[in-house]
């Protein structure tokens, strides 16, 4: 019902910027329906992580380790999630994901989102 596809990724020397995008594709009134949205994490040999919410009151939550350098932010029609990242370190390469749950995002755990995109890997090299 609802697809996600991201893009941006790419390599970056540390203290460069990337720009991430989720294009949502789906009925509207399920978008709608989708109360939080997310990018998640995963590097090789660890598990995955969640990097940033923002659900339907455009309230945004961070992971300690990306507050200040990351902003996640949303188009009005929901249909373009977007991760901007700033100063960007060698720990934060990995394959990012963006996803989405009906559920608000406080009560939400990672393997209760409903949808999720392919993924786009980010590269820092120091």
């Known amino acids: 019902q609802v697809q996600l596809v991201e893009s941006g990724g790419g390599s970056v020397q540390a203290g460069g910027s990337l720009r991430l995008s989720c294009v949502v594709y789906?009925?509207?009134?399920?978008?709608?329906?989708?109360?939080?949205w997310a990018w998640f994490r995963q590097a090789p040999g660890k598990e995955r992580e969640g990097v940033a919410t923002?659900?339907?009151?455009?309230?945004?939550t961070y992971a300690d380790s990306v507050k200040g350098r990351f902003t996640i932010l949303q188009n009005n029609a929901k249909t373009t999630l977007y991760l901007q990242m700033n100063s960007l370190k060698p720990e934060d390469t990995a394959m990012y994901y963006c996803?989405?749950?009906?559920?608000?995002?406080?009560?939400?755990?990672?393997?209760?989102?409903?949808?999720w995109g392919q993924g786009t890997q980010v590269t820092v090299s120091s």
């Open positions: 789906g009925y509207t009134y399920v978008i709608e329906s989708i109360d939080c």
């Open positions: 996803a989405a749950a009906f559920g608000r995002c406080r009560s939400v755990r990672s393997y209760e989102y409903n949808y």
């Open positions: 923002i659900d339907s009151d455009v309230i945004t």
